[in-house]
């Protein structure tokens, strides 16, 4: 895991929803490095503990990622209020990734709520191969839907509410798809109870499915125990650390509680 460490020069902030931002920031070295599904472990001015964002976007020619993150406690507020022109700290890039098979020819991106801006890395790859899944509790927490639509991909929207797109959870278009078609890959980022009934649903169809994981984390890079995970891989149950062996785990060695 090559990760680097430094002050970064944030080049675009936009409010894209409630309390939801989005930063593009200049940083050559880790867009040079980032794969879909790492994180970058940001640094909020006058804490001490780092907070983790996933990699909402990669362009390796102009040397940028993007993130996009909700304002959930002090830290993101702070690092909310970073502007054009200000400098954000970031550790990065952190995590092993998702798997990339050029091979593949149809594959589903399941995001729900903050856990949709990961999938945009993989939309741009598979394209028009890819259908997206996005789940949010009402339309005023829809983010990202047009720059899915740009990658050629199919969108399917669901809210909790039915305030806009489909009334319901995302497993429901997932298991109509999975009935009928056949499915390369499953990719998914979300709530944990989201992610375990995904999981249930791609173990019924037999489908390939990596989820990634949502953990507090303190040191983003293994080092702590705070981010630990039960997994069972070869029959036998052991920890892993989501900041380092994941966040993205194949989902059938993930130990879901309940």
Request: glycine letters at 10%; a neutral charge.
């Amino acid at each position: 895991m090559k990760y680097t460490q430094g002050k970064y020069l944030v080049i675009e902030k936009k409010a894209i929803a409630k309390d939801i931002f989005s930063m593009k920031i200049n940083c050559p070295e880790i867009a040079e490095n980032a794969q879909p599904g790492q994180f970058v472990h940001v640094l909020p001015t006058g804490f001490t503990l780092r907070r983790p964002i996933s990699i909402c976007d990669i362009d390796k020619e102009k040397g940028t990622i993007r993130i996009v993150f909700i304002v959930k406690g002090e830290g993101t507020k702070e690092i909310s209020a970073l502007n054009e022109g200000n400098v954000i700290d970031m550790l990065a890039p952190l995590g092993h990734g998702f798997t990339i098979n050029e091979d593949f020819k149809k594959v589903i991106l399941v995001g729900g709520g903050i856990g949709t801006p990961p999938m945009l890395p993989l939309a741009k790859i598979y394209k028009e191969k890819s259908t997206v899944i996005s789940g949010f509790r009402s339309a005023d927490a829809v983010i990202l839907q047009d720059d899915f639509k740009n990658t050629g991909a199919e969108t399917i929207l669901c809210t909790d509410d039915g305030t806009m797109g489909i009334k319901g959870f995302v497993t429901q278009p997932l298991e109509e798809i999975l009935k009928s078609e056949k499915i390369d890959a499953v990719y998914s980022c979300g709530p944990m109870a989201m992610l375990k009934n995904i999981a249930a649903v791609c173990d019924k169809y037999n489908t390939f499915c990596e989820v990634s994981l949502e953990e507090r984390m303190g040191c983003g890079i293994g080092a702590c125990l705070v981010c630990a995970c039960k997994t069972n891989v070869n029959g036998e149950e052991h920890f892993a650390h989501v900041c380092k062996n994941g966040p993205v785990f194949n989902s059938k060695e993930v130990v879901w509680n309940g």
